[in-house]
């Protein structure tokens, strides 16, 4: 399993753990990936300084 398959299962648990919906939880982990894929990173890798970047694009988009 990578890296990235185990911080999205850890991702999921938390966040059934605190209750949300599975909606809830698929909408967060698609957020995740996009920025992820935005910025071509782990998300256990990016920055605050990028997470800011990221909405700010999200911002202006």
């Known amino acids: 399993m ?31 990936s996009k920025l992820a894929q935005y910025l071509s990173d782990s998300p256990d890798l990016i920055s605050n300084e990028e997470l800011c970047q990221y909405l700010l694009y999200q911002k202006d988009k």
């Open 2 to 32: 990578s890296i990235v398959t185990q911080l999205c299962q850890i991702f999921i648990e938390d966040l059934k753990l605190a209750g949300y919906s599975k909606r809830t939880q698929e909408s967060y982990v698609y957020s995740v």
